[in-house]
């Protein structure tokens, strides 16, 4: 099960205040992402949910036990030093001090995945885009296809950059091979060599509209079966009954989290989503 968190707190034990600012800093970084981390004060870093120790401090190690024989459950713990050597622990994380800035974050995005069982959310049409690592993390079918393999083709029509990427992680972890277009003659194109399952239309494009670019598909005998999904930020009645005279087969409102899509295929695509198909 997911913790359900998007924000970790980090308890800092045996580091100088200099120390402390370089951390705070690194964790900025982090704030607009997937999940963010922050340092916790002083006064209340018993209850964080993450620990650096100073692991060539004696002090700071004995504070670290004395933390640990207090928890009901252990917390997972980075232990820093020059070497970073490799620790054997559970629930223990090795850091070398002179690459905290490099790999912090990266191995703060690790423990989240594997202590906290983080699951990214991924969201078409926000402004937040996965971590490259987290994106296996996605999809929504217990049934996984065979490394490599893909079960279906979608087209994705949008001429905002960061919807196409969004969309096309989403499938991609829905076992789907995914080609892109900006705006409709693109599509038109890719649909002349391709065979696709399922295809999503934005409504609002330069040229085409969604509108016209599906009465288009629908128009044509081979293609008129092919679902065609509007993915839009327009959600008046008047929107849905344009997009249902132009022969689409669902109105998707972004946002739209990577649920919904999971939905949409399992409806409109079922035949990509057939256990003998998935399994390996």
């Excluded at 030093?81 to 490799?86: D, R, V």
């Excluded at 690790?110 to 969201?123: A, C, G, M, Q, S």
């Excluded at 999904?229 to 849905?240: A, P, Q, V, W, Y």
């Excluded at 997009?243 to 972004?254: H, I, P, Q």
Aim: charged share 25%; proline share 4%; hydrophobic share 35%.
């Amino acid at each position: 099960m997911s913790s359900g968190k998007n924000e970790y707190s980090l308890g800092l034990i045996g580091f100088k205040p200099i120390e402390r600012t370089t951390v705070t800093s690194i964790c900025s970084l982090s704030h607009g992402r997937g999940r963010s981390y922050s340092v916790a004060d002083e006064s209340v870093s018993i209850n964080a949910d993450i620990f650096l120790v100073n692991a060539e401090s004696e002090e700071a190690m004995q504070q670290w036990q004395e933390i640990q024989s207090s928890k009901s459950s252990l917390p997972p713990v980075i232990m820093v030093s020059k070497t970073g050597e490799e620790v054997t622990g559970e629930k223990q994380y090795a850091l070398r001090r002179g690459g905290m800035a490099a790999r912090m974050l990266r191995l703060l995005e690790e423990i989240t995945r594997n202590d906290f069982n983080y699951k990214p959310e991924l969201v078409v049409g926000s402004n937040s885009i996965p971590d490259a690592e987290d994106v296996s993390m996605l999809g929504s079918s217990k049934l996984k296809p065979a490394e490599g393999v893909t079960v279906g083709r979608a087209l994705v029509v949008d001429d905002s950059l960061s919807v196409r990427t969004q969309m096309e992680l989403c499938l991609q972890a829905e076992h789907l091979k995914v080609d892109i277009a900006e705006n409709a003659m693109d599509a038109f194109e890719l649909i002349k060599h391709h065979h696709y399952d399922i295809i999503f239309l934005d409504v609002v494009m330069p040229g085409m509209d969604g509108y016209q670019a599906c009465k288009t598909i629908k128009s044509n005998k081979i293609l008129r079966k092919t679902p065609v999904i509007l993915l839009t930020g327009r959600n008046s009645r008047f929107d849905k009954v344009r997009g249902a005279m132009s022969g689409c087969n669902l109105y998707l409102t972004k946002p739209a989290d990577s649920q919904a899509v999971h939905k949409v295929l399992n409806k409109f695509v079922p035949a990509t989503r057939k256990e003998g198909d998935i399994l390996s």
